[in-house]
């Protein structure tokens, strides 16, 4: 029995190495920063989500330390049943002051908040409709809500209103990433919102890379449009990306989150992230607020990317964010760049199916208020360098 299983997971396996889809993990030996070691090698790190470089802030470890010695390490428990902690506490009012919302809940990591928050809200005889680009946690919250599951065509507001009007559905969800995760471009909110409003559907927003970076105060990118929790009453934010901490929370109104703390199982069923995460997080905000100079460094290190990519012909996609893709294609090309800018000291993302569309392989190339100028413009001759020989074979 246990030989037949191997037999069948090896000969999967294998195939996924043929299709030069297989995944490996690297081991970081180093913080997360502009500089890391991976796997022994000294790189420049153009891959990682620490959108502002606070990932390995000192404030953020003092946080930490300061409040061990309060609350100790562990939380012991599910925060319904004694594991929310007045750190928890305070940090959920303080996002939702943040956010300009009525209230905040936590969770203990954004994929659970993506999965608690559509189970809670639609279910049988409910209606979800997600963006096709939507990340994996959305589509699977909409799977597993029972909920009919329409995708719509990225970002085409055409398409959504056609099938809005088609559904007889007693609810309808909307739900799309504020940032695409692999594109970097934003949803259009206030159509989208319009839209719903329309349609009578209720909007929900995954900004887990906006958060942080985009709008006057960092609190993403619906404040980046101007919109408000009755636009957009659901909104969901990460922690562990801009902010450099862990876990996630989603905000809204009194009734959402109450229906939340009752309702979504990835919430009620799991332990209360540690109090000195929340604590590290509350640090994190701070330095958001006092210091908007990373927010600023960091759009002009994307202007400055654009600009050198278009000047070097390199492809660009439409994107004003952190997360600056270069599509090549083929996977097994992709790989072959990555490889390349690897062994020039430069490491990026190289992002196959089924995370993106088949045949839209790309380097996933991320930018932090932590990389110098000189580092963006280093990598950008290395990156010139290593497509050029695949540039060449396909022009
Ligand atoms: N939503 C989006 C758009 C994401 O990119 C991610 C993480 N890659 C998540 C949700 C999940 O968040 P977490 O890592 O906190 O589980």
């Known amino acids: 029995m246990s030989s037949s299983m191997k ?33 022994g090698q000294h790189c420049i790190n153009f891959s990682s989500n620490d959108y502002l470089g606070l990932a390995n802030h000192p404030r953020l470890a003092e946080a930490v330390e300061q409040s061990l010695a309060t609350f100790g390490w562990g939380s012991g428990a599910s925060h319904l049943i004694n594991g929310h902690s007045e750190l928890h506490h305070q940090l959920e009012l303080v996002l939702a002051r943040f956010t ?10 954004g994929y659970m908040a993506n999965l608690g928050a559509i189970a809670a809200l639609v279910g049988k ?31 085409d507001l055409d398409d959504l209103a056609r099938r809005l009007q088609k559904t007889d559905a007693r609810r309808k969800l909307v739900v799309v990433d504020g940032v695409f995760s692999m594109d970097g471009d934003l949803a259009p909110l206030p159509e989208l919102a319009d839209l719903a409003r329309t349609h009578d559907a209720w909007l929900m927003v995954d900004d887990a890379h906006g958060f942080g970076c985009l709008g006057a105060n960092g609190a993403g990118t619906i404040e980046h449009f101007g919109l408000s929790q009755t636009d957009v009453p659901v909104m969901m934010g990460t922690l562990g990306k801009a902010m450099g901490c862990f876990g ?12 939340l703390i009752q309702r979504a199982r990835p919430y009620i069923y799991t332990t209360a992230m540690p109090a000195a995460v929340a604590a590290s997080t509350l640090a994190s905000l701070q330095l958001l607020t006092e210091e908007s100079w ?38 097994q090309v992709t790989l072959q760049v990555a490889a390349a800018l ?45 497509c050029r020989p695949y540039r060449e074979v396909s022009a």
């Open 100 to 109: 300009g919302r009525d209230r905040a809940l936590l969770f203990s990591t």
């Open 125 to 155: 005889g409910d209606a979800v409709f997600e963006d096709r680009l939507n990340h994996a946690s959305l589509l699977d919250g909409g799977l597993i809500s029972g909920a009919r599951f329409q995708r719509f065509q990225h970002n």
């Open 294 to 331: 990373r927010r600023e460094h960091l759009v002009s290190l994307v202007e400055r990317f654009r600009r050198g990519a278009e000047d070097a012909g390199l492809p660009l996609m439409d994107s004003s964010t952190a997360i600056q893709p270069v599509v090549i294609g083929d996977s």
């Open 342 to 386: 690897e062994s020039k000291g430069f490491l990026v993302g190289a992002i196959r199916p089924p995370t993106v569309p088949q045949g839209s392989a790309r380097l996933r190339i991320t930018l932090s208020a932590a990389h110098s100028e000189q580092q963006v413009d280093d990598l950008l001759l290395a990156l010139t360098e290593a």
């Open 7 to 39: 037999q069948v997971l090896e000969a999967e396996l294998q195939k996924r190495r043929e299709q030069h889809l297989y995944r490996q993990r690297r081991v970081l030996q180093s913080p997360q920063g502009s500089e890391v070691r991976v796997d």
């Open 248 to 259: 996630a929370f989603v905000a809204g109104s009194e009734a959402l989150i109450e229906t």
